[in-house]
């Protein structure tokens, strides 16, 4: 099955830093999105971006799908910004199920 | 408009019981789907169901059913509990399946 890696699996910031959260997959696919897990378990939506660029505030996030990878960016970080950060895929067809990487856990330092 | 709604939040059972996780869909939503969070990894897909019927079914033993009411809401059903199953169950909805899903606040399920 399709393969879905994370990189880096964590990363500390200081407040105010820039990062890149990057997401590989192995296989193409119709549909791929970012979450942001808060400390209490809940998946945020971040981006639903199969392909292309978005952005949202400081949060942008680019998909290549020919290549097979996302990237997601946090300008001006902020402490809560911390928690996991996913992506996730879906091959498509009827069953739209998501196939989740391990996620990056952040920590923004104050 | 409610997000998509997951009961009850916290829950513990011993081993060997059974229990019973609950979704109700964003208004609209006609797609659910079931996913396990362990400690440590990402969610990994249980049940997809789309228009009451099952269309898709992860690695998961016997034990684990679902089902998906006239309303679209749905029910996780875990029979003979097992320590290993103690997790973070996630319930997530979409208009259909293959677009973008909504989930909900997860049902945390500690087996002891």
């Known amino acids: 099955g399709i393969q879905v890696e994370q990189s880096p699996p964590d990363l500390i910031l200081q407040e105010g830093a820039n990062s890149t959260l990057r997401c590989n997959f192995s296989?193409?696919?119709?549909?791929l999105q970012w979450f942001h897990q808060n400390p209490w378990g809940q998946l945020i939506n971040l981006f639903y971006?199969?392909?292309g660029t978005k952005q949202n505030g400081r949060l942008s996030a680019t998909t290549v799908a020919t290549e097979r990878y996302s990237l997601l960016y946090i300008s001006s970080s902020q402490t809560t910004d911390s928690g996991v950060y996913f992506c996730?895929?879906?091959?498509?067809?009827?069953?739209?199920?998501?196939?989740f990487g391990k996620g990056t856990k952040l920590s923004v330092k104050p | 408009d409610a997000g998509v709604t997951q009961s009850p939040t916290h829950l513990i059972k011993t081993r060997g019981q059974h229990v019973t996780l609950r979704c109700s869909p964003i208004?609209?939503?006609?797609?659910v789907s079931w996913y396990q969070q362990v400690l440590g990894q990402g969610p990994q897909f249980i049940f997809q169901?789309?228009?009451?019927?099952?269309?898709g079914r992860g690695n998961f033993p016997d034990r684990f059913s679902a089902r998906q009411f006239p309303n679209y809401s749905s029910e996780l059903n875990v029979n003979a509990l097992l320590l290993g199953d103690s997790a973070l169950y996630l319930c997530?909805?979409?208009?259909?399946?293959?677009?973008?899903?909504?989930f909900g606040q997860g049902t945390r399920l500690t087996v002891v």
């Open positions: 997530a909805s979409s208009y259909q399946g293959g677009v973008e899903a909504f």
């Open positions: 296989d193409s696919v119709n549909n």
């Open positions: 971006i199969p392909s």
């Open positions: 996730a895929v879906d091959m498509g067809g009827s069953q739209g199920n998501l196939i």
């Open positions: 208004s609209g939503h006609k797609s």
């Open positions: 169901y789309y228009e009451k019927e099952e269309r």
